[in-house]
């Protein structure tokens, strides 16, 4: 009598992966961008009440919120409060992560980064930081020797993280800006866009230096696509037709596409969005940006030739609107900066950083 021997697969549960990232875009849309990436994996998400993360990230993941702030610039009553908070925190993360039986954390810095580093390194798991700042912020820098690995999105960055194991992945954009977007906004096909865009903050600033300017734009043909954010008093005191206000737009990636300039701050998510839509800009950095990275990141696409980047202090309307009409006047110098913009994107960040997270759960 012939023997049948039954063999049992057994199917291998899917890797538990907490994602830390929290606040602002620059530190969500990365995130996310990789995450989309690491569809293998079983992720939950760690963030901070009442932040974007609960608009944006709640849909896609389940979501846990801890009560975590930013480190203070000087020791005080106020550093004091916030240690105490971040030793919580790290216990609650750890927690969740031995109770949940995750395998490791991915995290893009800013101050959720802290706990969820410190709490992973406490049980022996890897965390995986990715810096997207030509100067890296202080949890980088106290917490990136901790991790496995960090990941910079500017080479710049390493010079600054000596003891970390730093490895250059860029930043991820999100997916719709590789991609061409169709844009439904009445501007004529040959006309001229300047494409103006604070961040997700918007920039009151900017904007009024930006209305100082508008009218010999519009002299010039040019239509002026402005995204003035919330917080602008006066977002409503322009009125022409070649005007289109706003305060955010969900298609920026078809803005980018169709725009032959645009005036922008400079995170390293905004800057990531102009490399990869080769946008020639003029980059005005935040002034009160922790440790100015605004500036060094756009010093580095300015000695690249993609960017002219001015101080805000520095800045008039008069330079800006002189310097905006001579680029529109030259061609062959936007097509330039065009290139050198292209040349610093990093279109496959996120399969990078995916890669990276894959790399080191397969070898733990």
């Known amino acids: 009598m012939e023997l ?5 697969t057994l199917t291998k549960a899917p890797a538990r992966l907490l994602v830390a990232a929290s606040g602002t875009g620059g530190h969500l849309f990365p995130a996310i961008a990789t995450a989309q990436q690491l569809s293998e994996f079983q992720i939950e998400w760690l963030g901070v009440p009442d932040r974007m993360e609960t608009q944006l990230v709640s849909s896609l993941y389940p979501l846990h919120t801890i009560a975590v702030e930013g480190f203070q610039q000087r020791f005080g009553l106020g ?3 916030i240690l105490s908070g971040l030793v919580a925190s790290i ?6 992560l031995k109770e949940g039986n995750f395998q490791g954390v991915f995290t893009t810095g800013g101050y959720i980064a802290a706990p969820a580093i410190v709490a992973a390194r406490s049980l022996g798991l890897p965390a995986i930081l990715h810096e997207s700042n030509a100067i890296p912020g202080k949890v980088t820098r106290w917490f990136s020797p901790l991790c496995a690995k960090v990941a910079i999105g500017f080479e710049a960055a390493a010079a600054h993280l000596p003891r970390a194991k730093t490895v250059f992945a860029g930043t991820p954009v999100r997916s719709q800006f590789l991609a061409p977007q169709p844009l439904n906004l009445p501007i004529p096909d040959r006309a001229p866009v300047i494409l103006v865009m604070g961040g997700s903050q918007g920039a009151v600033a900017v904007n009024k230096l930006v209305r100082e300017c508008a009218n010999a734009w519009f002299d ?11 917080n602008d008093p006066d ?7 070649q005007y289109l206000s706003m305060p955010f737009y969900d298609n920026v990636a078809g803005l980018l596409q169709r725009a032959n300039i645009a005036i922008s701050r400079s995170g390293a998510s905004a800057l990531t969005e102009l490399a990869v839509t080769g946008m020639p800009s003029i980059l005005i950095p935040f002034p009160f940006a922790a440790d100015d990275h605004q500036y060094f990141n756009a010093q580095v696409f300015a000695k690249a030739g993609a960017a002219l980047a001015f101080r805000q202090s520095e800045l008039t309307a008069d330079l800006l609107k002189t310097k905006v009409l001579y680029l529109l006047s ?13 040349q610093l994107a990093v279109t496959d960040s996120a399969e990078r950083l995916a890669n990276l997270v894959r790399e080191l759960f397969d070898r733990k």
Do not use: C, I, P
Not at 4 to 8: A, D, G, K, P, Q
Not at 235 to 241: C, D, N, T, V
């Open 330 to 342: 030259d061609a062959e110098y936007l097509k330039k900066m065009s290139e050198a913009a292209r």
């Open 235 to 241: 977002a409503e005191s322009l009125k022409h037709e």
């Open 91 to 96: 216990l609650q993360v750890r927690k969740l």
């Open 220 to 230: 010039a043909g040019a239509w002026v696509v402005h995204l003035t954010g919330n």
């Open 4 to 8: 049948v021997r039954e063999t049992n």
């Open 79 to 81: 550093t004091v409060r």
